[in-house]
Structures are given as C-alpha cells and as structure tokens.
C-alpha cells in the first residue's frame, strides 16, 4: 500500500521547536522530491518546504532561516526540523511525494502522493 505518514506535531510555546517527520512505505522514496505543506484555518495550503531526489532545498520566506528540511533515503523518511516557531506557524502539516529527478516545488497538482496530516499548534 502506497502511504505517507506524518508525525510530530502537538503543541508547542512561541520560540520552541518540533521535528516533523515523513515516513514512506510501498514506493522507493529516493526516487521522489519531497514537499512539505500546511494549512491554517480559513486558509490555502500552502508550500512550506521542498527537498528534491538529489537533495536540493527550497524554502518559503516566512520559514527560512528557521526551518530545515531533509532526508534519510535509507530509512524512507524526510523530516521538518522547526526552530523559532511562532503562532502564525499554527496549522495542519502535510507531506507529499513527487515523482521527479528536477527541481522541487509547491505546484500541488504535481505531486502525486499526500500524507493525512499532522496538526502543530503554537500557542503559550
């Protein structure tokens, strides 16, 4: 059975961290670009973060400098370290695979496989 699986999420105060992780199982997940998205309340999913096949990186301006993003082929899993999380980071993470040996990024419809969720809420 062809899954993503997200974990790591819960509640966590302003300036904390989280680590998201994205576990693959029924494809070979060295062959997929990896993003990761989230979405607020009453608003878009939106990209958050991209890792491509050979490891490249991508970052939307309202996490970087605070999110890292990377993989573990081996171990069929990416992972989202979250450091200075701020409430506007509230929202359900979700991670997704597309099958592509180019550049990754936040065309939805492109990818091909979604994970069902995991909730981050940043709140004192």
């Known amino acids: 059975q062809l899954q993503l699986v997200e974990s790591g999420g819960g509640l966590e105060q302003p300036g904390g961290s989280l680590r998201l992780s994205c576990a693959a199982s029924?494809?070979?997940?060295?062959?997929?670009?990896i993003g990761w998205f989230r979405q607020a309340p009453g608003k878009e999913r939106e990209g958050v973060s991209c890792?491509?096949?050979?490891?490249?990186?991508n970052y939307a301006d309202s996490v970087k400098g605070r999110f890292t993003i990377g993989r573990d082929n081996a171990k069929k899993t990416v992972y989202l370290q979250m450091n200075g999380l701020k409430p506007e980071d509230t929202a359900v993470y979700y991670c997704a695979a597309d099958f592509t040996t180019g550049p990754c990024n936040y065309f939805q419809e492109e990818y091909d496989y979604w994970g069902q969720g995991t909730q981050v809420t940043v709140a004192s």
């Open positions: 890792i491509s096949m050979s490891g490249s990186t």
């Open positions: 029924g494809f070979t997940l060295a062959y997929y670009a």
